[in-house]
Nanobody, 131 residues
Framework: QVQLVESGGGSVQPGGSLRLSCQTSGFTLDEYAIGWFRQAPGKEREGVSCITTSDGTTYYRDSVAGRFSVSRDNAKNTVYLEMNSLKPEDTAVYYC????????????????????????WGQGTQVTVSS
């Protein structure tokens, strides 16, 4: 059974940092791309980043590039999203998702963070950035 479980969310002041984890099970992590998405209240879900192991590449939406960093530890079946210099507009529920239809985050670019590509989803973790 495929499962993705996010953790690490919480409340932080602007400028602060959080590290989200996505613990996966039920599939071979290095055969899948992992995406991070977020949904703020009253807004549509949007893609944040993608990481693929096949070519070791990543992709970030413009608004988080340079502040967020995604990494994966295949031995632990876990993907991480390190979020620095957080802003109030980063407040959202963050989700990780998996797909075997993306083999290169860099090659696909913005397409790699389109949610329609993803088959499996976690339940989400809340991130709140507020003073």
């Amino acid at each position: 059974q495929v499962q993705l479980v996010e953790s690490g969310g919480g409340s932080v002041q602007p400028g602060g940092s959080l590290r989200l984890s996505c613990q996966t099970s039920g599939f071979t992590l290095d055969e899948y791309a992992i995406g991070w998405f977020r949904q703020a209240p009253g807004k549509e879900r949007e893609g944040v980043s993608c990481i693929t192991t096949s070519d070791g590449t990543t992709y970030y939406r413009d608004s988080v590039a340079g502040r967020f960093s995604v990494s994966r530890d295949n031995a632990k079946n876990t993907v991480y999203l390190e979020m620095n210099s957080l802003k109030p507009e980063d407040t959202a529920v963050y989700y990780c998702a998996a797909t075997n239809r993306i083999t290169s985050a860099q090659a696909m670019g913005v397409l790699s963070i389109i949610d329609g590509w993803y088959n499996y989803w976690g339940q989400g973790t809340q991130v709140t950035v507020s003073s």
